[in-house]
């Protein structure tokens, strides 16, 4: 579906019966072109230590507020262990930054793990940040097949004005690393923050059109949500209110759906911290993945990259709806890769 940039830009700020019949639309777009099913991942938040200090997070390594941790092996294996019970049919591991080659080699291992215990059936999604290719390319061969690596901003000015200006947090970098996975041969997702301090309309219109030049298979985005223990929280003043960075989400949600009709989008936890239905409405709007939190409960208060970040797990699906058992690949990867 054709939208120009001045469309994205006025569709962006819908409200009222124009946001709803948009949304609608997007909804209507998802069942034809990927179906009714909503999948589910279960989500593993394997480590809170990270050696960035990007200034919207609140595990940036120089906070010196947030207790670290890492999970054991076996955590992870029980973990994963649930969703297979519960019939998930992926589960996701996310975590702080890290690069080593011991990291290298525990992931590797887990992967293997994972795959062992569920026959090959999970699926597996890492989102674990900038690495090497080779490393990309290890865990790849390990069985992992999906990477959400967040552009967080496609322009490079508001990129620089969300990380510190240093060797570790280069937007050029970011953006080799997500045409390494997309070398090595993942599905690739990606996905923004929506309501930056200094962001615009106009901007997001454009990350809209970066996901589509990139060709991305999975989208993860939702709000932006000021932490207090962060450089970026003296800019709050600047901030969009809540509702109106929920109801562009929203937007941003359907405008991709409309975009990019066969990719997978997810109904993030952010959609939730402000508004307990959000991923729900976000269901409706032309998402059709959700993670569920599957982080041992001592843990999950420690692996907070926003405040108010909710507890309730489960989405408020229709039984029938939900794909129990299915991995729901990536239509959109499916077919771009048809005769590869
Ligand atoms: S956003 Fe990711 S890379 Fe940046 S500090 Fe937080 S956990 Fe680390």
């Not at 994972?114 to 940040?129: H, K, P, Q, R, W």
């Not at 993860?220 to 809540?242: D, F, I, N, S, V």
């Not at 970040?309 to 039984?319: L, M, N, R, S, Y």
């Amino acid at each position: 579906m054709e939208l120009t940039r001045q469309e994205l830009i006025r569709l962006l700020n819908a409200e009222g019966s124009e946001a709803e019949a948009l949304r609608a639309r997007a909804d209507g777009c998802r069942r034809q072109w990927v179906g009714n099913k909503v999948y589910l991942r279960g989500l593993i938040e394997y480590s809170n230590v990270c050696r960035k200090n990007c200034l919207y997070c609140g595990i940036r390594k120089e906070n010196t507020a947030v207790v670290r941790y890492t999970l054991s092996e076996d955590e992870v294996v029980a973990a994963t262990r649930t969703a297979w019970r519960e019939g998930y049919g992926s589960v996701v591991l996310q975590g702080g930054e890290s690069v080593s080659p011991a990291h290298t080699a525990t992931i590797e291992g887990l992967i293997r793990r994972i795959n062992t215990l569920s026959a090959g059936e999970l699926g597996i999604t890492l989102s674990l940040g900038e690495q090497t290719e080779e490393t990309y390319r290890r865990w790849f061969e390990a069985g992992a097949h999906r990477y959400l690596l967040r552009i967080e901003s496609s322009g490079e000015g508001l990129y620089r004005s969300i990380h510190p200006a240093d060797a570790l947090h280069r937007y050029d970098s970011r953006r080799e690393a997500l045409r390494a996975l997309r070398r090595v041969g993942y599905q690739v997702g990606t996905g923004v923050m929506i309501g930056l301090p200094g962001q615009t309309l106009e901007n997001l219109a454009d990350d809209l059109l970066f996901m589509r030049q990139q060709d991305i298979d999975m989208c993860g985005m939702g709000p932006y949500l000021e932490h207090a223990q962060t450089p970026l929280y003296t800019r709050r003043a600047e901030l969009w209110l809540p509702e109106k960075r929920l109801a562009v989400a929203l937007n941003m949600v359907a405008l991709l759906r409309i975009l990019m009709p066969q990719i997978n989008i997810a109904a993030t936890t952010a959609l939730q911290a402000i508004d307990p239905a959000g991923r729900e409405k976000a269901l409706r709007a032309g998402a059709n993945v959700v993670m569920p939190n599957l982080t041992p409960a001592r843990y999950k208060a420690d692996y907070k990259l926003y405040e108010n970040k909710p507890v309730t797990e489960w989405p408020d699906i229709p039984e029938g709806e939900i794909g129990y058992g299915c991995r729901g690949d990536s239509v959109h990867f499916q077919q771009r890769t048809v005769g590869k």
